[in-house]
């Protein structure tokens, strides 16, 4: 069964710091992708990235990076000196298993305090 | 400006009464959801479309309808028979094909009073 883990409920920074929110997953898929989305005060989920299991290489954007690793069934995100911007809730998915299914699962979130 | 709107922002409703929340999409896509959101819960599928015309239940689908008249509209009714209908819901929608990111509306809350 499909099953995506956000153990970390809530955190809190200090701007400037640096932040890692883990994703666990589990899939009976040999082939998959994993999503991050970001979910700012307004409510809107905005997509953040979409990674290929194939691909193993650490993703670097501006501040955030992400880490996939297959052999522990993590794709751990990273903001690097973090911003009052990057407060808000963080979610990882994945697709349902099944060929036809274009639904994901998501894990219930990370909530994120970046305090000034 | 292409994007996904959902009306109204925020909604209440009266315990017994059905209510309609509005999707409309003009990003071309051809499948579109509804989740709802708990506080602590994460997101929930409700209903899924992958075409017009056609639709399927997701997780919770209990106590609320769809319809999927035309490719840019998904109108979702939660019905009386929803016991505890007052949550944040979104609506999003996606191209074709599993593994393409979904992009989100704005949400509609709704407050049963």
């Known amino acids: 069964a499909q099953k995506v883990t956000q153990a970390q409920t809530e955190i809190s920074v200090v701007e400037k710091e640096d932040v890692t929110l883990d994703c666990v997953y589990e899939t009976r898929d040999t082939t998959y992708y994993l999503f991050w989305y970001k979910q700012p005060p307004s409510g809107e989920l905005v997509f953040l990235i979409r990674r290929n299991s194939f691909d193993e290489q650490n993703e670097i954007s501006g501040r955030y990076s992400w880490n996939f690793q297959k052999s522990t069934s993590s794709f751990n995100f990273t903001i690097t000196a973090s911003q009052v911007v990057d407060s808000a809730v963080y979610f990882c998915a994945l697709p349902y298993s099944g060929a036809g299914s274009y639904q994901l699962t998501f894990g219930k979130g990370t909530k994120l305090s970046v305090i000034p | ?113």
């Open chain 2, 1 to 113: 400006d292409g994007g996904i709107t959902q009306s109204p922002k925020y909604l209440f409703r009266k315990e017994g009464q059905n209510v309609t929340l509005s999707c409309e999409q003009n990003l071309n896509h051809d499948a579109m959801y509804w989740y709802r959101q708990d506080p602590g819960q994460g997101l929930r599928l409700i209903y899924y479309s992958q075409i017009v015309n056609d639709f399927q239940k997701g997780d919770i689908a209990e106590g609320y309808s769809v319809s999927r008249e035309k490719k840019e509209s998904f109108p979702l009714t939660v019905t009386s028979a929803q016991k505890n209908p007052t949550a944040f819901y979104l609506c999003a929608s996606s191209a074709s094909g599993r593994y393409n990111e979904q992009f989100f509306g704005p949400g509609t809350r709704l407050t049963v009073l």
